[in-house]
């Protein structure tokens, strides 16, 4: 079972920045692949960031602007918003995946509570 707690959200103007960070209750480091989805009302979960070793992947709306990143010494993972815009108001989730010991596929899932993410025009 992987605890994590995100902190970070909050309310910003378009073009602005917000960093949101998770913070694990395992070595974020042991974590097989770690990420942040987000959720606007009406709409699907969808991925935003996820870092897995030292590859990372963002969805196309974000790439340029977010920046994911690992942090040892507080043991989160952080996601750094830039140039942020109305269409990036979304609950913002921290979800970790491990693999299966037999099977070596990602079996374990856990997910955040949330944070809320409003940007403002």
């Known amino acids: 079972q992987v605890q994590l707690v995100e902190s970070g959200g909050g309310l910003v103007q378009a073009g602005g920045s917000l960093t949101l960070s998770c913070e694990a209750s395992?070595?974020?480091?042991?974590?097989?692949?770690v990420g942040w989805y987000r959720q606007a009302p009406g709409k699907r979960r969808e991925l935003v960031a996820d870092i897995a070793g030292d590859m990372s992947n963002y969805a196309d709306s974000v790439k340029g602007r977010f920046t994911i990143s690992r942090d040892q010494s507080k043991n989160t993972v952080d996601l750094q918003m830039n140039s942020l815009k109305p269409e990036d108001t979304a609950v913002y989730y921290c979800?970790?995946?491990?693999?299966?010991?037999?099977?070596?596929?990602?079996?374990?899932?856990?997910w955040g509570q949330g944070t809320q993410v409003t940007v403002s025009s």
């Open positions: 979800n970790a995946k491990l693999r299966g010991s037999l099977t070596g596929n990602l079996e374990y899932e856990f």
């Open positions: 395992e070595s974020i480091f042991s974590i097989d692949v």
